[in-house]
């Protein structure tokens, strides 16, 4: 089965600093970098490395000649990602001593996907078998999971960053929701774990659910089946890619048809390799490296 990611595509600048910067502070950073990121090229890229097959749909700017080519670079198919004028999506990263992150998000040219492209790439595969995968970081989210449902496509919708309008949209046709707790809280309107995946069978009762919870692992769950897997101990450098390699892994190892709790694991560990090396796109291992370190680990 493959892919079709309508995704977004960003110049990732990172500071690291001491602490995040509050509001009324300066804070002097003490090392700056640029990468190549963006939620929806990380998990194309962690989806391709993992072994599945991957269209990348979406907008680049006139400064985006990079962004495109790591696509390539990575057996990424970019038939669909178009160029516009106005300038990429970009973000203003802060990672903190502890190799956590703050984001800052401004979409460019990621809110130029508009519905004559999206028709264009339903239309290319109508006929075949395909699995589309968003998140909220382009435009046209709700049309998006519309037609893909009208044409018979599961959908699974990473719903970050997290907004108001997310709740508008038409979660009903959601096939998969891949979550974190904060977006789980938000979606069910509950404040504790176990309420939170219970509000969303409720709410969602023919959908699946991935809640990934960080250094208390994650959980897959829906009417039938409920999963977890522990997150794998390893001194975090920068988390920024971490949830979308978890992502990538999780959806590849669903479309080859493995199990739930294999699924998990592979996405665990290879979750755990990236967050050891800086970067977003950079940090995220090869499907080879991912098996090998579960083989070490057994």
């Known amino acids: 089965m493959t892919i079709l990611n309508f995704g977004s595509l960003n110049i990732d600048r990172t500071y690291e600093v001491d602490q995040f910067v509050q509001a009324g502070q300066t804070v002097s950073t003490f090392n700056y970098q640029e990468f190549l990121g963006g939620k929806g090229l990380n998990q194309s890229v962690a989806l391709a490395r993992a072994g599945a097959d991957v269209y990348h749909v979406g907008v680049v700017g006139h ?20 160029e516009v004028e106005e300038h990429s999506g970009h973000t203003v990263i802060q990672i903190d001593s502890e190799g956590e992150n703050a984001i800052l998000f401004e979409a ?89 995946y219970t509000e969303m069978i409720k709410l969602y009762p023919e959908s699946s659910t991935l809640l990934t919870l960080g250094s208390s692992g994650a959980k897959l769950y829906d009417q039938e089946k409920h999963y977890a897997v522990e997150a794998v101990k390893t001194q975090p450098v920068d988390t920024t890619a971490a949830g979308d390699t978890f992502t990538g892994y999780f959806l590849a190892g669903l479309i080859q048809g493995e199990d ?25 291992p090869g499907r080879a490296e991912v098996q090998k370190r579960l083989k070490e680990n057994k």
């Open 108 to 196: 460019g040219s990621n809110f130029s996907l508009d519905r004559e492209m999206i028709d264009e790439v339903f239309r290319k595969f109508k006929n075949e078998k395909i699995l589309v995968l968003l998140q909220n970081e382009v435009s046209n989210v709700d049309y998006i999971i519309e037609q893909a449902a009208h044409e018979g496509h599961p959908v699974v919708f990473n719903p970050s960053p997290m907004n108001q309008e997310v709740l508008n949209l038409p979660l009903h046709l959601v096939n998969y929701f891949l979550i974190n707790e904060s977006e789980g809280q938000a979606l069910s309107h509950k404040a504790a774990i176990e309420d939170v």
């Open 260 to 284: 739930w709790d294999k699924v998990l694991q592979q996405a665990a560990m290879a979750s755990s390799m990236a967050i050891s090396k800086k970067g977003a796109m950079e940090s995220i």
């Open 63 to 82: 400064d985006g000649g990079d962004l495109k080519q790591a696509l390539i670079n990575n057996n990424i198919d970019a038939t669909y990602l178009w």
